[in-house]
């Protein structure tokens, strides 16, 4: 079984600076990929970014990326230089072997002026 | 721009009165998903589609059905709807059944309330 855990229901940051989310997860297959969508109030969920667990170097995606710790079974998702647009529910997420992505229970980031 | 589209957005139902909960896309994927997810929970994986293929989660009440009748569209049913459907209802789509390894693309829902 697979399962997600985000610590972090609400977050805030001020604009232009860097926020990390965090998540956990717990897998017991061997070939696995981790995700982040984000999404916005009122709008569809989007993929942020992610990372194949084969591959040790971190995944980065322009101001969003991800410090992949396996042993820990940690991914956290760094934004950096955060904008009013980064506003919005984000989602860790794990899939595996089957065609199911589990999802954590999310983190609201609020970016504040 | 392809998409996933759902509609309508927002649905009120009566309880017990079935409804339909209806997804398009433009984007010629293999795979349609449906996930429910309720405030403050993570989307939770209901059934998909591979192509015509339908695959259902072990945990799904038989409450939901669905219907693909073709590639671009596919149908969630809630025959007699009670107070804890109400839910946002997620549709995605992925090019491949490949495992977690497929990106999945999301449309912005349908949220549905019980009266």
């Known amino acids: 079984a697979q399962t997600v855990t985000q610590s972090q229901p609400e977050m805030s940051v001020q604009e232009a600076e860097t926020v990390t989310l965090s998540c956990t997860y717990d897998t017991s297959e061997n070939n696995y990929y981790l995700f982040w969508y984000k999404q916005p109030p009122s709008r569809q969920m989007i993929l942020v970014i992610r990372q194949e667990a084969y591959k040790q170097q971190n995944a980065t995606e322009n101001r969003f990326s991800v410090n992949f710790q396996k042993a820990a079974k940690s991914f956290s998702l760094k934004i950096s230089d955060s904008q009013l647009g980064d506003t919005a529910m984000y989602f860790c997420?794990?899939?595996?072997?089957?065609?199911?992505?589990?999802f954590g229970t999310g983190t609201l980031l609020a970016v504040q002026p | 721009d392809a998409m996933v589209i759902q509609n309508p957005r927002y649905q009120v139902t009566q309880f017990g009165k079935p409804v339909t909960l209806s997804c398009s896309q433009t984007l010629n994927h293999n795979v349609m998903y449906w996930y429910q997810q309720k405030s403050s929970q993570a989307p939770k994986l209901l059934f998909h589609y591979y192509d015509k293929d339908f695959n259902n989660e072990a945990d799904t009440p038989d409450n939901f059905q669905s219907r693909r009748p073709n590639t671009s569209f596919c149908f969630l049913d809630i025959r007699s709807p009670g107070l804890g459907d109400a839910a946002m209802y997620l549709c995605a789509t992925s090019l491949n059944r490949g495992g977690g390894r497929e990106t999945q693309y999301f449309g912005p829902g349908t949220r549905l309330l019980v009266l």
């Open positions: 997420a794990v899939g595996g072997a089957t065609n199911k992505l589990i």
